[in-house]
């Protein structure tokens, strides 16, 4: 797929697949752009990937939220549990929240409406107005994206791609689980031909993000 074209495939709401590199998690993931998600987008993440879904957004409109790193609050109440990852990278882990008007938050509905308004809240960048909609703990995890030169986790890796397509720099994800293990590529692979969605290794949102338009992405 030409690099100009997937920003409306991402815009229609349809997914594509991540893999960061062997030489990090080497787990690949389903990802969508967070304005355009719906319950069914939900409801495919939870049956053909399985991992965590998670809403991620910059680091610096985070910030402006109030937002930090789970990892930053645990420090300063549990210190003694704070331990970097096996891959190397500090997570990018924030709160886990609900918007207030949902029922128990776990739904495809309710993750969906939850998703809605983080959109609307951090395009605003409204710390007060994210206050007052939203509870945690909740069902939907906030991941933090850093600069793509500093960590190249599935978090910056998506988020920094889609901010360089000139979409709202927000998705959604999940990683893409096997039987008892994560997903190895090749059979990624498998599924990504099979059901014709663009799978992207991380060196090559790299080069995109470094505006290297020319690149085309293979299906």
């Not at 990937?49 to 991620?56: D, H, K, R």
């Not at 986790?153 to 998506?158: A, F």
């Amino acid at each position: 797929m030409e690099v100009t074209k997937l920003r409306d495939w991402l815009e229609s709401g349809r997914p594509i697949m991540i893999y960061d590199s062997e030489n990090r998690e080497s787990e690949v993931d389903l990802v969508y752009y967070a304005p355009s998600v719906t319950p069914s987008s939900i409801y495919t993440l939870r049956t053909l990937a399985g991992g965590l879904i998670c809403f991620a957004m910059p680091l610096e409109i985070g910030h402006k939220l109030g937002l930090r790193f789970m990892s930053e609050i645990m420090l300063e109440h549990y210190p003694e549990l704070v331990k970097r990852p096996s891959y190397g990278d500090w997570p990018a882990f924030s709160l886990w929240v609900n918007h207030v008007s949902v029922k128990t938050g776990i739904s495809d509905n309710d993750r969906a409406l939850t998703i809605r308004k983080l959109v609307e809240v951090a395009e605003e960048g409204n710390r007060e107005k994210f206050k007052e909609e939203f509870m945690s703990p909740g069902h939907v995890p906030i991941l933090l994206a850093r600069k793509i030169e500093e960590r190249r986790g599935h978090t910056e890796l998506s988020v920094r791609l889609v901010q360089a397509l000139g979409l709202k720099p927000f998705t959604v994800f999940a990683e893409v689980l096997d039987y008892k293990v994560s997903m190895s590529l090749d059979k990624a692979k498998e599924i990504s031909k099979s059901l014709g969605l663009p799978l992207l290794k991380g060196e090559e949102i790299v080069r995109i993000v470094g505006m290297k338009n020319d690149s085309n992405i293979d299906t």
